[in-house]
């Protein structure tokens, strides 16, 4: 009989593209998720990964033998499901995806809660762009996902997904002090024109809604500088480089020579969690559920 664990790995693999991120999503090292498949290639004397470059491959076999893990896992999150009902708390482990301003400014405080609260439940957090997290929910890789969209940019959401809306997260505009919008008490999109901008790379949701809103406005944004996270882009603003359009949410104190203006009509960004709706009734989901929308509602 298959090694559930060793098929775990395998699936975690097809489904992140690679044995680095099947580890990050585990929480194993890279090195414990190529043993297991090691194991699982000698357990069914077949090859299931090949290297292609500096990285590997899943073959023929192994994308149908993950195909079969997946429905394997589904069956065993019902029965993990239904004993941990059975026991009537929350316990085992609970993977949580987030994208990062949700990580840093909702998630310190629910973790926190969850902790005292259900002191045998081991959560694990993910930090993931929403069309990503979206996926792996979906796929059984995570438990819930802490997500966002725009409502010019809907995420889209598969099938057997459960949703709870938190809430909306504003989204101002920031720009150097000695910028001449600064002046203004509230800017139009439409003074957004020919502005220069730092921005998350493209494939970002935050990305895609800058695009779109300007786009809207009568051009194609001019993104000079493109970087993962809004404290470069804050770093880059303060510098007097360009204009960003930032959420509130797990933003800081800005530092001086920056400033804050919103923008009309007002960009705003909705915060949700998902997760699959067989595992609604699981005392684990139904935990952080409640610890995540109590957070929510105390910081805003």
Known sequence: MMDLGRLR???????????????????????????????????????LLEKQGRGVVLT?????????????????????????????????????????????????????????????????????????????????????????????VPLPVQDGLSRLDLGDDPVDLLLP???????????????????????????????????RTMREAGEEPDVVYQVGEFETQIALIGAGLGLGLVPRLGRGPLPPGVVARPVVPEPSRRVFVLWRTRTSRRPAVVATLAAVRAQ?????
Do not use: M
């Open 60 to 152: 023929d076999a192994a994308r149908a033998l993950s195909d079969t893990a997946r429905d394997v896992l589904a069956l065993v999150e019902q029965a993990e499901v239904t004993l941990e009902q059975q026991r009537g708390r929350a316990v085992g482990r609970l993977v949580l995806a987030a994208f990062a301003t949700a990580a840093r400014g909702v998630l310190p405080g629910a973790l926190a809660a969850l902790r005292e609260e259900c002191p045998d439940l081991d959560v694990r957090v993910l930090e993931s762009d929403p069309y990503r997290a979206a996926e792996l929910v979906a796929r059984g890789e995570v438990d819930l996902a802490l997500v966002q969209d725009w409502p010019t």
């Open 9 to 47: 790995a395998l699936h975690a693999v097809a489904v992140h593209g690679s044995v680095g991120g099947a580890a990050a999503a585990l929480g194993f090292t890279p090195s414990a998720v190529s043993q297991q498949i090691a194991k699982l290639e000698r357990e069914t004397r077949t090859v």
């Open 177 to 211: 002090a000695a910028h001449p919008l600064a002046a203004l008490a509230v800017v139009p999109v439409r003074r957004l024109l020919g502005q220069r901008w730092t921005s998350v790379p493209p494939g970002n949701i935050c990305h895609d809604w800058l695009v």
């Open 296 to 300: 929510w509602d105390a910081t805003h």
